[in-house]
């Protein structure tokens, strides 16, 4: 299996929701991220998990919460999001977090706050 | 911090033609470059992955290069299809341990 799968595809909340996006793969990567891409702008960088820990925080507002409850696994929770959070959140994972390795990403979960 | 910049913003061609996408970054101790394909609404491919130590990869009709010391990298397509319709993004990553700073991309329209 050499893909990362992101549920839901498409998810629309209200701005007083809670909700979570879901990431999977089964590659035995131990490094995941989390990208953030607004329309027509490159993927921005969110949070990075090293071996179920996480290892970066892009300064990211505490209404997006990351968990990494096992190796195969990366969670985004959403709460009290606001309109401008609308944007296309996709997942990646590579084998161990350094330079040298290849990033296989998602189809992304697009998210709509209404 | 590195900036990733490619030009153009936008390319049309016929089909049937070569073209040039372009990639320049401002810190060239980089560990790797690597290029990938978005459809759109849709997440990212890999299409190729060029090492620090590496001048360039091919795959099919890809063709990267990667010139370090003037923080720049090209991508060659071959004989241009409508199927390669997307935008392409060049991506770096220049320290160990952190993830890919990525550029604008370059939104790629191919005409039959």
């Known amino acids: 299996d050499t893909e990362v799968t992101q549920t839901p595809k498409h998810l629309v909340m209200g701005m007083t929701n809670k909700k979570s996006l879901k990431c999977e793969q089964h590659m035995g990567h131990r490094a995941m991220y989390w990208y953030k891409q607004k329309a027509k702008k490159p993927p921005e960088l969110m949070f990075v998990?090293?071996?179920?820990?996480?290892?970066i925080n892009e300064s990211v507002p505490s209404r997006f919460s990351p968990e990494c409850p096992n190796s195969s696994l990366l969670n985004l929770h959403l709460h009290a999001l606001q309109p401008e959070d609308s944007a296309l959140y996709l997942c990646?994972?590579?084998?161990?977090?350094?330079?040298?390795?290849?990033?296989?990403f998602g189809a992304g979960s697009r998210l709509t706050v209404l | 911090k590195q900036e990733v910049t490619q030009i153009p913003a936008a390319l049309s061609v016929p089909e049937g033609e070569n073209l040039v996408l372009n990639c320049s970054f401002t810190?060239?101790?980089?560990?790797?470059l690597q290029w990938f394909r978005q459809d759109p609404g849709k997440g990212l491919t890999s299409l190729l992955l060029?090492?620090?130590?590496?001048r360039e990869q091919t795959s099919g009709r890809l063709n990267a290069s990667l010139d370090k010391s003037s923080g720049r990298s090209t991508l060659y397509i071959a004989a241009s299809q409508p199927g390669d319709s997307a935008t392409y993004l060049c991506a770096v990553n220049n320290q160990a341990g952190t993830a890919l700073i990525f550029g604008k991309g370059t939104t790629l329209s191919v005409s039959s």
């Open positions: 060029i090492q620090s130590s590496q």
């Open positions: 810190d060239s101790a980089i560990y790797n």
């Open positions: 998990y090293s071996y179920e820990k996480l290892s």
């Open positions: 990646a994972s590579s084998q161990v977090l350094t330079g040298a390795n290849v990033l296989t």
